[in-house]
């Protein structure tokens, strides 16, 4: 008995087709006689090629392969036959009612030279794996340029910077010229802010962390936050009177509170409400091998910027952290928010953003404190918690 006649006869369908073996199996098999001609094929084969051969019982094995693959597959079949090769491979797409990207394996049947048997089976869709690596390529050369072209103007800046002062030193504070150097100087200061943000994506480098409490970065920008967002807006303060300390470089925290509240701001070009808060809390810790309910906790300080503006869609969502993306059309550099990831997550934290059409956005900075044995440090709690305490502290200083 030949072995596809030995294939068939294990068939458990009262109909001779393929073994319940090969019929059950996840992959995709086809039985063809040597002339090309398929004799069965298992279910996993119908789903995949979307055709089912019955109907068609002069269904070739070569029908099943685009027409320019069609010369190469015959080629090896030949060999295969004329055992002058055991298998052959090649990926395709196939040329049925369900046009997919598949890999087949062709070999015979021991002891059968008039019979093959194909096995196929699903190729990767990588398009979008590559896309991203596309993406991820232009990004790394975007920021080596960016750095730099940083780096070059950061030199310039430096020597606008020092004769503006050199001007200024020279000019009488009331005269008009010296109103207007203190501008140029103001502007040079505010494009070295930018120089920084690019730098710090395009070359991310540590800086030395000190122990410190968020209350005292946003008493100690108070002012100047209110004068950069405008009167149009209100900015209140929610301050938690014994938050814990974290340990960070005190000007990335700078940077954090003060991007999130520019960009509350630009959200909002009518004016609106914008929010601080600071407050302790815990992030429950899950491990591969601990159960929810016994997974251990980390105390954090959390950190929120929230304000009653627009809000965002889920696609300006999943983008806002990407390096240069921005909703602001040419006012925008797309690097505030990505500095913010990136300054957060080197500090050990977990930034979220909630938001939805209409809802305003809210903020959450979640940064792990320092033990409370490591963080014996004086005035740690006498930060001013709310509205009222902030001008009685400004009022004394």
């Known amino acids: 008995m030949s072995a596809a006649a030995e294939l068939l006869r294990m068939t458990e369908n009262p109909d001779p087709e393929f073994p319940s073996l090969l019929r059950n199996a996840p992959h995709a098999f086809v039985l063809c006689q040597a002339d090309g001609t398929i004799s069965s094929f298992n279910p996993a084969a119908e789903q995949l090629l979307g055709r089912k051969p019955y109907r068609n019982p002069v269904l070739r094995f070569l029908d099943l392969i685009p027409l320019e693959q069609r010369a190469l597959a015959e080629r090896e079949i030949c060999a295969l036959l004329k055992e002058k090769s055991t298998s052959f491979q090649f990926d395709t797409r196939t040329n049925g009612l369900n046009t997919r990207a598949v890999r087949w394996v062709v070999w015979r049947l021991q002891g059968d030279r008039n019979t093959f048997l194909a096995l196929a089976e699903d190729v990767p869709d990588t398009s979008a794996v590559e896309n991203r690596l596309r993406q991820a390529q232009r990004l790394e050369a975007i920021g080596r340029l960016a750095g730099g072209v940083a780096h070059d103007f950061n030199n310039l800046l430096t020597g606008v910077l020092l004769y503006c002062d050199l001007l200024m030193a020279n000019l009488d504070p009331s005269h008009r010229a010296h109103k207007y150097a203190n501008e140029i100087r103001q502007a040079g200061f505010q494009a070295t802010g930018i120089v920084r943000q690019l730098l710090a994506v395009a070359r991310p480098t540590t800086s030395p962390a000190s122990l410190l409490c968020l209350n005292e970065i946003v008493v100690s920008m108070r002012n100047l936050l209110s004068r950069l967002i405008g009167e149009n807006f209100e900015l209140t303060f929610h301050l938690h009177p014994e938050l814990g300390l974290v340990s960070m470089d005190p000007s990335h925290a700078q940077q954090i509170l003060l991007n999130l509240v ?10 609106g409400k914008i929010s601080i808060e600071t407050r302790n809390c815990k992030v429950q810790v899950l491990q591969e091998e601990a159960s929810f309910k016994y997974a251990p906790t980390l105390p954090c300080a959390l950190f929120v910027v929230s304000d009653n503006g627009p809000g965002m869609d889920e696609s ?7 390096p240069f993306f921005t909703t602001k059309a040419a006012s925008g550099t797309g690097l505030g928010l990505s500095t913010v990831h990136d300054i957060v997550t080197t500090s050990g934290g977990l930034i979220y953003v909630d938001s939805e ?5 809210r903020v959450s900075v979640l940064l792990p404190t320092v033990p409370q044995e490591a963080a014996e440090s004086p005035n740690t709690s006498s930060y001013p918690m709310n509205d009222e305490e902030l001008s009685s502290h400004e009022e004394k200083e």
Not at 316 to 322: H, K, L, P, S, Y
């Open 262 to 271: 520019l960009n509350a701001r630009d959200a909002m070009p009518q004016g």
């Open 316 to 322: 300006v969502r999943a983008r806002i952290f990407e």
């Open 357 to 361: 059409p209409g809802q305003g956005t």
